[in-house]
């Protein structure tokens, strides 16, 4: 046995012979030849350059599967111990690589193709045709504007929640009971809030709400009826699914909290609104950006209730970035186009959650 | 027939003395020889009210038996093209649907004595009514077919047809299920594409005016509009919406409302309701054209005619239901017509079944059904210029074609396989055949000229007068010699989806006008053109067009 080198980290000992080691470059490197000749041999036949007979791109999967097999065998053989470390890894790597990378370079290859699945040429490359398209289209701007106003009203639903997270957090009969109520309308499906709220509810003639809407003095109650009118009511049904997911996160952090804080802050004769504000509020900091950073990919992807109550009208008014791929892409085939504008939002996604994160981070940095 | 309408006939009207005079009246059908009829027509007569008894009209619903015992029963159209057990080994690939249980279900049924006599086997692919467009639009765009037969709407003819998917049908098939039969607007050019023919019917669609005849009876409302007669003509469509603002619906109690217009869309079959007031204007009897110039695929969407339409749609706003907006053509239909709110609605064939079948009806004693409203000025395009004909211009709505069975290229190759889908084909688009789909839940509707013999109906055991209601304006309007057929290009829906979009924008207010409303659509659909590809568009429209 060994006894140099990093004892504390190596459990056996590698006595790499020369031979292995280059049976194991050899096995990694001649692999990678086969795959990437199997895979010009398949792009040379899609291009009609050359006809070997292969009507799907399996081959190039079942190389790639191989290469695969052989980079992580040959780790072990090159490199030992530290081959088998490696191995905890690289297969998950290699998955998430075949998963999620190679899609979205594919995607990319879509996303700048002028491709309408009802075209009799196909995908054609357009470069930059479709960001020309988007650029010039009323509806994606429209709908990223009315995304703005939909990240906006999670300010006043992250007002809601912690006031009802405070509530279920205090002292109350029937907490229990509360919390489980509140609850309910994260369990339903959007689907179903659609049709339930928005087409039975608030059906202008029978629904309770108009009803209800009408005894109040509403003569003619229409939830649906103007732009600002429909957005808001897309944005309260929206809420209501989501607030108590929010609610349930802060009370978790709330309950999290030490209750001596507020006692000593009490004896230093804090009121409650300082106690909150001073002690309650600073603490809760992490768990509300946590909780309004989910809450915001939620919103992000908000498309179903749209889709199902209002179809994005009236003229637009209600209309998601997700909801306008969907028709884009569902009713009219246009399959680069969509693709583009989807990777787009991506983008703006990434970056906007990126300074968001940062600004996150600032804000919880103890001073 | 659809399911609800079937339901109604049972639960309603049929009692068993009623059937039993049903079955007498089949059987001594069966054994009358002397009306001087040959014999085959006498046996073809003898098996369509055989198997109008399976299982008996109000004997509950067919079940998978009674489905194969009719396939079975109407073999004889097979025996006479195909030899016992001529396709064994073939095997074969059905796409289609699985709506409510029907669709496939019966054709698996039905296939099943004509698998045990040909010998060919059949694999199914069962899908729901919203996956079936995403799955034929990626198996044509990625090459991927994989069926053999395919169940499919005429819309789609552009994208199949087109592109030599399709396997050209041969003329044995052509006698066998009696195409000369098929009501005007399901004979060539639907069907065809460049000459050539691919369609097996198994459905027809178009739209219908249903109105409602107590708001013509009731003294108030009258003595407001002046009118005691349906309206036929979109003119007095119009001065009847507007007169009858501020009257009460003489059902409900509530507002009354006139004609209703669907003001949202609905995934492109919107479109197909500003189509019913356009045809009017727009659909010249001397041109087959009216949704694009042939010639140039340039949109007639924002010409005279059309902005006509819209501008119709827009002048009746102010007097259409509250959140009128809001309401896509399932809501005019099925929440507001059917339930008592609104005096006219153009739809298909599914109000006027529901009208008196299903339970959230008000409106079935008072309602009452023609073809489309006409116009008094049709719009000429080869002249530019509106025309007043004699009598007003009709041009009922085909919207949405109807389904069809149609055999893919898959088996162009080899002619036993070939033979072999096209007689499965054929055997359920039999002419027997299709008289118990259109009387029994199917799913399908009538779409021959003889199953509108209500004769046959009224010896199975159904209600005349009923029959005949459900039927006629269907009729009247599929034999239309100024039909407004659908083109079948490829993408039409998109072009039907994008003007959604483009209208709820002129509806809301965006645009301020219906020319420019119109002009922005014209333009969405110019795009489309470009994009699909304008040549081969022409050329496709052009052949859709019979041209």
Same mark, same amino acid.
């Given at each position: 046995?060994?006894?140099?080198?990093?004892?504390?980290?190596?459990?056996?000992?590698?006595?790499?012979?020369?031979?292995?080691?280059?049976?194991?470059? /050899?096995?990694?490197?001649?692999?990678?030849?086969?795959?990437?000749?199997?895979?010009?041999?398949?792009?040379?036949?899609?291009?009609?350059?050359?006809? #070997?007979?292969?009507?799907?791109?399996?081959?190039?999967?079942?190389?790639?599967?191989?290469?695969?097999?052989?980079?992580?065998?040959?780790?072990?053989?090159?490199?030992?111990?530290?081959?088998?470390?490696?191995?905890?890894?690289?297969?998950?790597?290699? &998955?998430?690589?075949?998963?999620?990378?190679?899609?979205?370079?594919?995607?990319?290859?879509?996303?700048?193709?002028?491709?309408?699945?009802?075209?009799?040429?196909?995908?054609?490359?357009?470069?930059?045709?479709?960001?020309?398209?988007?650029?010039?289209? %009323?509806?994606?701007?429209?709908?990223?504007?009315?995304?703005?106003?939909?990240?906006?009203?999670?300010?006043?639903?992250?007002?809601?929640?912690?006031?009802?997270?405070?509530?279920?957090?205090?002292?109350?009969?029937?907490?229990?009971?509360? *919390?489980?109520?509140?609850?309910?309308?994260?369990?339903? @499906?959007?689907?179903?809030?659609?049709?339930?709220?928005?087409?039975?509810?608030?059906?202008?003639?029978?629904?309770?709400?108009?009803?209800?809407?009408?005894?109040?003095?509403?003569?003619?109650?229409?939830?649906?009826?103007?732009?600002?009118?429909?957005?808001?009511?897309?944005?309260?049904?929206?809420?209501?699914?989501?607030?108590?997911?929010?609610?349930?996160?802060?009370?978790?952090?709330?309950?999290?909290?030490?209750?001596?804080?507020?006692?000593?802050?009490?004896?230093?004769?804090?009121?409650?609104?300082?106690?909150?504000?001073?002690?309650?509020?600073?603490?809760?900091?992490?768990?509300s950006i946590t909780a309004i950073l989910i809450r915001l990919i939620f919103k992000l992807k908000l498309a179903d209730i749209i889709i199902n109550v209002?179809?994005?009208?009236?003229?637009?008014?209600?209309? @998601?970035?997700?909801?306008?791929?969907? *028709?884009?892409?569902?009713?009219?085939?246009?399959?680069? +186009?969509?693709?583009?504008?989807?990777?787009?939002?991506?983008?703006?996604?990434?970056?906007?959650?990126?300074?968001?994160?940062?600004?996150?981070?600032?804000?919880?940095?103890?001073? | 027939?659809?399911?609800?309408?079937?339901?109604?006939? $049972?639960?309603?009207?049929?009692?068993?003395?009623?059937?039993?005079?049903?079955?007498?009246?089949?059987?001594?059908?069966?054994?009358?020889?002397?009306?001087?009829?040959?014999?085959?027509?006498?046996?073809?007569?003898?098996?369509? /009210?055989?198997?109008?008894?399976?299982?008996?009209?109000?004997?509950?619903?067919?079940?998978?038996?009674?489905?194969?015992?009719?396939?079975?029963?109407?073999?004889?159209?097979?025996?006479?093209?195909?030899?016992?057990g001529e396709f064994a080994g073939v095997e074969l690939t059905f796409m289609g649907l699985n709506n409510q249980n029907l669709h496939n279900f019966l054709?698996?049924?039905?296939? =099943? %004595?004509?698998?045990?006599?040909?010998?060919?086997?059949? !694999?199914?692919?069962?899908?729901?009514?919203?996956?079936? !467009?995403?799955?034929?639009?990626?198996?044509?765009?990625?090459?991927?077919?994989? &069926?053999?037969?395919?169940?499919?709407?005429?819309?789609?003819?552009?994208?199949?047809?087109?592109?030599?998917?399709?396997?050209?049908?041969?003329?044995?098939?052509?006698?066998?299920?009696?195409?000369?039969?098929?009501?005007?607007?399901?004979?060539?050019?639907?069907?065809?594409?460049?000459?050539?023919?691919?369609?097996? @019917?198994?459905?027809?669609?178009?739209?219908?005016?249903? +109105?409602?005849?107590?708001?013509?009876?009731?003294?108030?409302?009258?003595?407001?509009?002046?009118?005691?007669?349906?309206?036929?003509?979109?003119?007095? $469509?119009?001065?009847?919406?507007?007169?009858?603002?501020?009257?009460?619906?003489?059902?409900?109690?509530?507002?009354?409302?006139?004609? #209703?217009?669907?003001?949202?869309?609905?995934?492109?079959?919107?479109?197909?309701?500003?189509?019913?007031? /356009?045809?009017?204007?727009?659909?010249?009897?001397?041109?087959?054209?009216?949704?694009?110039?042939?010639?140039?695929?340039?949109?007639?969407?924002?010409?005279?005619?059309?902005?006509?339409?819209?501008?119709?749609?827009?002048?009746?706003?102010?007097?259409?239901?509250?959140?009128?907006?809001?309401?896509?053509?399932?809501?005019?239909?099925?929440?507001?017509?059917?339930?008592?709110?609104?005096?006219?609605?153009?739809?298909?064939?599914?109000?006027?079944?529901?009208?008196?079948?299903?339970?959230?009806? $008000?409106?079935?004693?008072?309602?009452?059904?023609?073809?489309?409203?006409?116009?008094?000025?049709?719009?000429?395009? =080869?002249?530019?210029?509106?025309?007043?004909?004699?009598?007003?211009?009709?041009?009922?709505?085909?919207? +949405?074609?109807?389904?069809?069975?149609?055999?893919?290229?898959?088996?162009?190759?080899?002619?036993?396989?070939?033979?072999?889908?096209?007689?499965?084909?054929?055997?359920?688009?039999?002419?027997?055949?299709?008289?118990?789909?259109?009387?029994?839940?199917?799913?399908?509707?009538?779409?021959? !000229?003889?199953?509108?013999?209500?004769?046959?109906?009224?010896?199975?055991?159904?209600?005349?007068?009923?029959?005949?209601?459900?039927?006629?304006?269907?009729?009247?309007?599929? !034999?239309?010699?100024?039909?407004?057929?659908?083109?079948?290009?490829?993408?039409?829906?998109?072009?039907?989806? $994008?003007?959604?979009?483009?209208?709820?924008?002129?509806?809301?207010?965006?645009?301020?006008?219906?020319?420019?409303?119109?002009?922005?659509?014209?333009?969405?659909?110019?795009?489309?053109?470009?994009?699909?590809g304008r040549d081969s568009q022409i050329a496709l429209y052009k052949a859709s067009l019979g041209m």
């Amino acid at each position: 046995m060994s006894i140099e080198g990093d004892l504390l980290h190596v459990v056996t000992p590698d006595d790499l012979s020369p031979k292995r080691v280059a049976f194991g470059r /050899a096995i990694i490197w001649g692999s990678a030849a086969a795959l990437a000749l199997v895979a010009l041999a398949q792009t040379m036949q899609v291009a009609g350059q050359l006809d #070997l007979g292969f009507t799907t791109w399996r081959p190039t999967l079942y190389a790639y599967i191989l290469w695969a097999v052989a980079l992580c065998w040959g780790q072990v053989l090159t490199r030992g111990e530290q081959g088998k470390r490696v191995l905890f890894v690289l297969p998950a790597a290699l &998955f998430v690589v075949s998963l999620v990378v190679f899609p979205l370079l594919f995607g990319l290859l879509i996303a700048f193709s002028d491709w309408n699945l009802s075209s009799p040429t196909g995908r054609k490359f357009n470069g930059l045709g479709n960001v020309r398209q988007m650029w010039g289209d %009323p509806f994606y701007w429209n709908a990223l504007a009315n995304m703005v106003w939909y990240s906006l009203a999670i300010i006043v639903e992250y007002a809601i929640a912690f006031g009802l997270a405070l509530l279920l957090n205090a002292q109350i009969r029937g907490r229990k009971f509360f *919390r489980v109520a509140f609850l309910m309308p994260l369990m339903l @499906s959007p689907v179903a809030v659609s049709w339930m709220i928005g087409k039975s509810m608030m059906e202008i003639r029978f629904g309770p709400l108009a009803r209800l809407a009408r005894a109040l003095g509403w003569d003619n109650p229409s939830f649906f009826g103007s732009a600002e009118v429909a957005r808001a009511t897309i944005m309260m049904m929206d809420s209501w699914t989501y607030i108590p997911f929010m609610m349930i996160m802060i009370l978790a952090g709330l309950q999290a909290i030490p209750r001596e804080l507020q006692e000593a802050a009490r004896v230093d004769g804090a009121s409650a609104w300082r106690g909150f504000w001073e002690v309650t509020f600073p603490l809760m900091l992490p768990v509300s950006i946590t909780a309004i950073l989910i809450r915001l990919i939620f919103k992000l992807k908000l498309a179903d209730i749209i889709i199902n109550v209002t179809s994005g009208g009236p003229g637009g008014a209600t209309d @998601s970035v997700t909801s306008f791929i969907f *028709r884009e892409y569902r009713d009219r085939s246009n399959v680069g +186009y969509g693709t583009l504008l989807a990777m787009v939002y991506l983008v703006l996604i990434v970056i906007a959650m990126t300074i968001l994160m940062k600004l996150a981070e600032r804000w919880t940095r103890p001073r | 027939m659809k399911v609800e309408l079937y339901n109604h006939v $049972v639960r309603s009207g049929l009692t068993r003395r009623r059937l039993m005079q049903g079955a007498a009246s089949i059987g001594s059908l069966a054994a009358m020889g002397g009306l001087g009829l040959s014999r085959s027509a006498l046996a073809q007569d003898d098996v369509r /009210a055989a198997i109008l008894a399976i299982p008996g009209v109000g004997a509950g619903s067919p079940t998978d038996a009674d489905w194969q015992k009719v396939g079975e029963m109407t073999l004889a159209a097979t025996r006479a093209n195909v030899a016992e057990g001529e396709f064994a080994g073939v095997e074969l690939t059905f796409m289609g649907l699985n709506n409510q249980n029907l669709h496939n279900f019966l054709f698996r049924g039905f296939l =099943k %004595p004509w698998e045990a006599y040909t010998g060919a086997k059949i !694999n199914w692919i069962d899908l729901a009514q919203a996956d079936y !467009n995403p799955r034929l639009q990626q198996a044509i765009a990625t090459g991927t077919v994989d &069926f053999d037969i395919i169940e499919m709407g005429a819309p789609f003819e552009g994208d199949t047809a087109s592109k030599g998917l399709l396997d050209e049908m041969p003329d044995w098939v052509k006698a066998q299920i009696d195409m000369d039969d098929y009501v005007g607007y399901l004979k060539a050019p639907v069907g065809t594409w460049a000459g050539k023919t691919y369609r097996i @019917s198994i459905d027809g669609d178009c739209h219908t005016f249903a +109105y409602r005849k107590d708001y013509l009876s009731d003294a108030a409302i009258s003595a407001a509009t002046g009118m005691t007669e349906a309206p036929t003509t979109w003119q007095q $469509v119009q001065a009847f919406s507007n007169a009858v603002k501020g009257q009460k619906d003489p059902l409900t109690g509530l507002d009354a409302y006139g004609f #209703l217009d669907p003001l949202k869309g609905w995934g492109g079959f919107g479109f197909y309701f500003l189509e019913d007031r /356009a045809s009017a204007y727009a659909k010249h009897p001397d041109d087959p054209a009216w949704l694009f110039d042939p010639d140039t695929m340039k949109p007639r969407v924002n010409n005279p005619a059309w902005v006509q339409a819209i501008q119709d749609v827009m002048d009746t706003m102010p007097v259409l239901p509250p959140d009128q907006i809001n309401a896509d053509p399932g809501t005019t239909a099925f929440q507001q017509f059917l339930a008592g709110t609104g005096a006219m609605i153009c739809w298909w064939g599914d109000v006027g079944s529901m009208a008196r079948t299903s339970d959230s009806s $008000v409106v079935g004693d008072v309602v009452g059904f023609s073809i489309n409203p006409g116009s008094d000025k049709v719009y000429n395009t =080869k002249t530019a210029a509106w025309e007043t004909p004699a009598t007003p211009n009709f041009a009922p709505n085909m919207a +949405y074609l109807g389904w069809g069975v149609y055999v893919t290229n898959r088996v162009s190759g080899d002619e036993k396989k070939r033979k072999a889908a096209w007689s499965a084909a054929a055997h359920l688009g039999g002419k027997d055949l299709s008289l118990w789909m259109a009387a029994y839940p199917s799913g399908f509707q009538p779409y021959r !000229n003889s199953h509108f013999n209500f004769d046959e109906w009224q010896a199975a055991g159904y209600d005349r007068a009923f029959v005949e209601d459900y039927l006629g304006s269907n009729a009247d309007s599929y !034999n239309h010699p100024n039909a407004a057929i659908e083109p079948r290009i490829p993408g039409i829906f998109q072009y039907y989806s $994008v003007a959604e979009d483009e209208l709820a924008k002129g509806f809301g207010g965006t645009y301020k006008s219906a020319q420019e409303t119109a002009d922005a659509i014209a333009a969405a659909w110019e795009k489309i053109t470009d994009q699909i590809g304008r040549d081969s568009q022409i050329a496709l429209y052009k052949a859709s067009l019979g041209m």
